[in-house]
């Protein structure tokens, strides 16, 4: 069965500078262009909200960046405002390799509900199609990179083991915000799914 690189929101607004700028994110754009050269397809998902999306803090008067709501699908951050469509923020990052890339899947475009993964929005059941588009190409094992290892990458990796592919996470080409512990238990996590730790 072929297999796919799966790269996850190489975006300005997640590399240092950037609005949510995870540290070092940076320093993974050559070992991610370098490791596209070892596989048949490469897939880049990229963080795209609307101005109102629910995920943003300043959308939630008096609600503080990183605190945290109960939304009607479970728990949601407040994140500072970030890869807002057409932004520069929500741009990929100038030095990533777009031309390998097959397909480029955008996540977290509905106002009311935010998408860490790359397969559902945070209601776990809202598909973006990608399960779909991998399956009919006959992929079944999926590598993933990029950022961050403890929210679009632990939780997409889940729901790829979930789905019933093979998942890894290359953990050396990844990055994590690390927020109140979040990188040891997305960790924790992935292992519990059946995510292959490398
Ligand atoms: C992400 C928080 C909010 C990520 C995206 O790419 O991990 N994290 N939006
Ligand atoms: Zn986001």
């Known amino acids: 069965m072929s297999g ?6 190489m975006q300005n607004d997640f590399c240092p500078g950037g609005a949510l700028a995870v540290a070092g994110g940076d320093e993974i ?7 596209m050269a070892q596989y048949d397809t490469v897939v880049l998902t990229q963080d795209w909200h609307p101005a109102d999306h629910t995920s943003f803090a ?17 728990p949601q951050v407040l994140w500072p405002r970030h890869c807002v469509i057409g932004s520069p923020g929500a741009a990929f ?5 777009l ?16 998408s860490y993964s790359a397969f559902f929005e945070n209601d776990h059941v809202t598909p973006t199609g ?10 079944g094992r999926l590598d993933f990179v990029g950022l961050a290892h403890d929210f679009c990458v632990g939780w997409s990796a889940i729901d790829a083991a979930k ?15 690390d927020l109140d512990g979040s990188r040891e238990r997305a960790r924790l996590n992935m292992r519990d799914a059946g995510v292959i730790l490398e």
């Open 93 to 97: 990052h100038p030095d990533l390799d």
């Open 29 to 35: 754009l050559a070992p991610i262009n370098a490791l």
């Open 130 to 139: 990608l399960a779909g588009y991998l399956r009919e190409r006959g992929i």
């Open 4 to 9: 796919a690189l799966i790269v996850i929101d």
């Open 99 to 114: 031309d390998r890339a097959d397909m480029i899947i955008r996540k977290g475009f509905r106002a009311g509900i935010d």
């Open 163 to 177: 789905l019933g592919f093979t998942a890894t996470v290359i953990e050396s080409a990844t990055r994590a915000i």
């Open 58 to 74: 300043d959308n939630h008067p008096g609600a503080a960046p990183f605190s945290s709501v109960d939304m009607a699908y479970g």
